[in-house]
């Protein structure tokens, strides 16, 4: 079979060798996969990439040395079952699953291994019992959205949220654009999305969010307090201290950048006792001053992923129009096409997700 390849720093098109199914088992056609911003990492960041999966658990067991297929937002159909493996579902039914699979009794990732090749390339070895059937005749380029929508819905779920609160949305690429999906589907208003780019933000307002605002023109953080201060608002510490006239509403600030330095800047700009949730996948050793939470009281909050119950959940979203993840698809490729789309996928003006057709 075809797939998209990284050898050696690069992405080529090459031949790899068919899945070999096992019991439990079953092989899929690659229908369409999103590229990743982890994926770009990967890419061009390889051995810090596997060293630091390495120091974190073995999270990704990827040999940088060797060639891997990348590709862990997809969605495929049924082809045929491995060996006595009920055919639970009819060959060409659509599907999603989490990106991993079963051999025998060990779980192995999809997108990131050496040894099982993941959307980019033209079929996958699925566990059937992760198999979810695409309902509503969703086209599967919106259903491969499912994990990048996960990934936001899992952080809004995370964070404890109260219809008071007023979150603050720092970033607006995919994962930040995920999480103001998610936090429209909880009905939690006003959404206040932060990002220089003007493409990001006029994303931001399709997905939902209420209030966008360009941090080089004018502070987010401020921003939020004008928007959660209440009218006889009195911000004197005596007044606090007894508790006197109205509160300012919670602050929930969503971390989605994922770069060194956001996250001392968030602390700083934040209000008291202000909710902090880490989205934003970073790589690179960071540094902040821990006096300013600790002044101020700050919950800072790491999160990652997805539960299954998630993952399923948000299938739904999208099957019944509750997000709308078209605005979101800024492009799609083939996999001779693949390598220019990791090089464009640095302009967030041009792009903000680009779908892998692994058949054109």
């Known amino acids: 079979m075809r797939a998209a390849v990284l050898r050696k720093g690069s992405i080529v098109v090459d031949t790899v060798p068919d899945p070999v199914l096992e019991q439990g088992q079953v092989l899929v056609r690659s229908m369409a996969c999103g590229i990743c911003g982890s994926d770009l990492h990967a890419a061009k960041f390889t051995r810090q990439f596997v060293d630091l999966a390495a120091r974190t658990g073995g999270r990704w067991g990827m ?14 159909e049924v082809v045929e079952y491995g060996p006595n493996t009920p055919a639970r579902l009819k060959p060409g039914t659509p599907v999603v699953s989490m990106p991993l699979t079963l051999s025998g009794q060990t779980v192995q990732g999809i997108g990131y291994s050496n040894d099982i ?8 070895p699925l566990a059937d019992r992760m198999l979810l059937p695409v309902p509503n005749g969703l086209s599967p380029v919106h259903a491969a959205l499912t994990e990048p929508i996960a990934v936001g819905w899992h952080a809004v779920q995370s964070a404890r949220l109260d219809q008071d609160d007023v979150p603050l949305v720092v970033g607006c690429g ?7 999906a998610g936090l429209a589907i909880r009905g939690v208003h006003p959404i206040i999305a932060a990002d ?14 209420d209030i966008v605002v360009n941090p080089a023109a004018a502070s987010p953080y401020e921003t939020w307090k004008t928007t959660a201060t209440p009218d006889g608002f009195d911000g004197s510490r005596y007044a606090q201290l007894f508790g006197l006239g109205p509160k300012l509403r919670p602050a929930v600030i969503f971390e989605c950048v994922g770069v060194p330095g956001v996250i001392q800047q968030i602390m ?72 220019v789309a990791f090089a464009e996928l640095g302009n967030p003006e041009k792009h903000a997700k680009i779908i892998v057709d692994p058949w054109t």
């Open 196 to 209: 220089y780019s003007p493409a990001r933000r006029a994303l931001a307002l399709k997905m939902g969010a």
């Open 117 to 124: 090749a993941g959307g980019f390339a033209q079929y996958m």
């Open 63 to 76: 040999d940088p040395d060797r060639d891997v297929v990348f590709g862990h937002e997809f969605c495929c």
């Open 174 to 180: 995919p994962v930040g654009l995920a999480v103001i």
């Open 268 to 339: 700083e700009g934040a209000p008291a006792s202000a909710r902090i949730v880490v989205v934003g996948v970073c790589m690179e050793t960071d540094r902040f001053e821990p006096f300013f939470g600790i002044v101020k009281q700050l919950n800072v909050q790491f999160v990652l992923a997805y539960t299954k119950e998630e993952f399923a959940e948000s299938l739904s979203h999208i099957a019944e129009g509750r997000v709308n993840v078209a605005p979101l698809v800024t492009g799609t490729v083939g996999l001779d096409g693949v390598s």
